[in-house]
């Protein structure tokens, strides 16, 4: 499902001595994988998968020529397909996660969020009712949900081809947000919680993002935010990635409950 995508890009990047590269694209694309779920360090990579150097010049490469995000709206387009629904959502959700940020990561794009205690960067989400992630944000943790809103708005917009026409959000987005949806021909609706309800209590369609955010988490890379350079965002990308090739394949590992009885 990946390899015409990642075939084009070594077409269009043609060695001038003709060489092909010395390690084979699909286990690039592993090594990528492993340490986005593992969440270990490129120099602890298994001898079998290609070197770190290796590794980590094709994720910037595809980090900043967008192939990341290529290869990721490919499959988010089959996986909508697949549930009879067309390529490009009319309603996503938005919501932002803090995240502690790892030592060494740059002051300057970092900060402090004082409503959820946590010292670090800010990820905002906009998915479709699937939990299908149609854009990502990084934000220092400092930043107003209202600036991770309308970043969001204007990249859903952008990259659906105008076909989002509603937006839900929590209580965190205000009145800015809903003004800058309007512009863009998105009617932004704050979903209000019930006074009456105590700790966590799913919320109709919102919920969704509140379930991507847990699955992306299992991802051990997404635990935290190491990344000093700007790649958080292409780590929530390559997320995805592996999810949704999962789901497309059938390849789902079985729960722990399921994987002991089929032991006994």
């Known amino acids: 499902m990946i390899e015409p995508v990642i075939t084009a890009w070594k077409d269009r990047h043609r060695s001038v001595s003709g060489h092909q590269g010395a390690y084979d694209m699909r286990e690039i694309v592993n090594a990528i994988s492993y340490q986005g779920w593992t969440g270990c360090q490129r120099a602890c990579l298994p001898h079998d998968l290609p070197p770190k150097s290796a ?13 990341d995000q290529v290869i990721h709206e490919r499959l988010r387009c089959q996986v909508r ?29 970092s900060g402090h ?29 400092n930043t107003h949900d209202n600036t991770a809103g309308i970043l969001l708005l204007d990249q859903a917009a952008e990259h659906a081809d105008g076909s989002v026409r509603k937006a839900l959000a929590d209580q965190g987005f205000k009145n ?30 919102r919920w969704r993002v509140e379930q991507t955010y847990g699955i992306l988490i299992l991802h051990r890379r997404l635990v935290r935010n190491y ?7 292409s780590r929530v990308y390559w997320a995805m990635t592996h ?6 394949t059938g390849a789902n590992a079985p729960t722990w409950p399921a994987a002991q009885a089929v032991t006994a």
């Open 227 to 233: 990344e000093h350079r700007p790649s958080s965002a």
């Open 176 to 205: 800015q947000v809903v003004l800058h949806g309007a512009g863009l021909g998105i009617d932004v609706e704050i979903v209000q919680r019930n006074p009456q309800d105590k700790g966590f209590v799913p919320q109709p369609k």
């Open 55 to 67: 590794t980590y010049y094709y994720f910037a490469i595809w980090r900043d020529d967008g192939t």
């Open 243 to 248: 999810i949704m090739t999962r789901r497309l």
């Open 81 to 109: 397909e697949r549930a009879r629904r067309l390529e490009d959502p009319t309603l996503v959700v938005l919501d932002t996660q803090s995240v502690h940020a790892a030592a060494g990561v740059p002051a300057s794009t």
């Open 113 to 141: 969020d004082p409503a959820k205690r946590v010292p670090g960067r800010k990820r905002g989400l906009a998915v479709d009712v699937l939990g299908l992630v149609i854009t990502v944000v990084v934000l220092a943790a």
